[in-house]
């Protein structure tokens, strides 16, 4: 069974502080990982899907690596905007199932 | 364009009831997948429906049904409610289906069962 988890479970930064969220995932055969942002109320928004180790994309201030076993979620120069929960989820199998994490709340503080 | 609309918002039911929750995915998608969040348990898949098939099932009970029409809208109902069905329900579409491209999600249907 594909099983993905999420640390830290909650995050707290001051504006313009990096740092690194983390998705360790095991997962037979990987088609992809995604990372998703939630706000408060609303519905998962898409960021990035990664297919293979070693691929990394970015947008504004986030940049999402991939390894054989876990995905980092770079936030650079957090702004109080950045504060969201952060899902990652994996694609396995011949099933096209997605797993996600439980996330990371992230909340920058100006 | 238009984004995914999830109806209704909210309900409240009552332990026992059943209910349909609907979607209505972005033009031209032809898939349709539904999640159930929950604190404790996170996002859950539930079910995908891909041009009016179900192409995959998580692992709830039958009580949790689905269906998708020929405009792709889909709906979800859960029969014989119970307290623990209370969850923020999502649903997400995409061209290509789950797991092999970008989904977007609805703002969910919040259930409440009293």
């Known amino acids: 069974e594909d099983q993905v988890t999420q640390s830290p479970e909650a995050l707290r930064l001051q504006e313009g502080e990096s740092s690194s969220l983390n998705c360790s995932y095991t997962?037979?055969?990987?088609?992809?990982l995604f990372w998703y942002r939630q706000d408060p109320g609303k519905g998962p928004e898409f960021l990035f899907t990664l297919y293979s180790a070693g691929e990394e994309k970015e947008k504004e201030r986030l940049k999402a690596t991939l390894t054989k076993k876990e995905s980092f979620l770079h936030i650079t120069a957090p702004k109080p905007e950045d504060s969201a929960t952060y899902l990652c989820?994996?694609?396995?199998?011949?099933?096209?199932?997605?797993?996600f994490g439980k996330g990371t709340l992230l909340t920058v503080n100006p | 364009k238009a984004g995914v609309t999830q109806t209704p918002r909210y309900l409240i039911k009552t332990r026992g009831q059943q209910v349909t929750l609907s979607c209505s995915p972005i033009s031209g998608h032809r898939s349709v997948s539904w999640y159930q969040q929950t604190p404790g348990q996170g996002l859950q898949f539930l079910f995908e429906?891909?041009?009016?098939?179900?192409?995959n099932k998580g692992n709830f009970p039958g009580r949790f049904s689905g269906r998708q029409f020929s405009n792709s809208r889909s709906e979800m109902n859960v029969s014989t409610l119970e307290l623990g069905d209370s969850a923020l329900y999502l649903c997400?579409?995409?061209?290509?289906?789950?797991?092999?491209?970008?989904?977007?999600f609805g703002q969910g249907t919040r259930l409440t069962v009293v």
């Open positions: 997962v037979s055969g990987l088609r992809g």
């Open positions: 429906y891909f041009s009016e098939t179900q192409r």
């Open positions: 997400a579409s995409s061209l290509v289906g789950q797991g092999k491209g970008e989904a977007f």
């Open positions: 989820a994996v694609c396995g199998g011949s099933n096209y199932k997605l797993t």
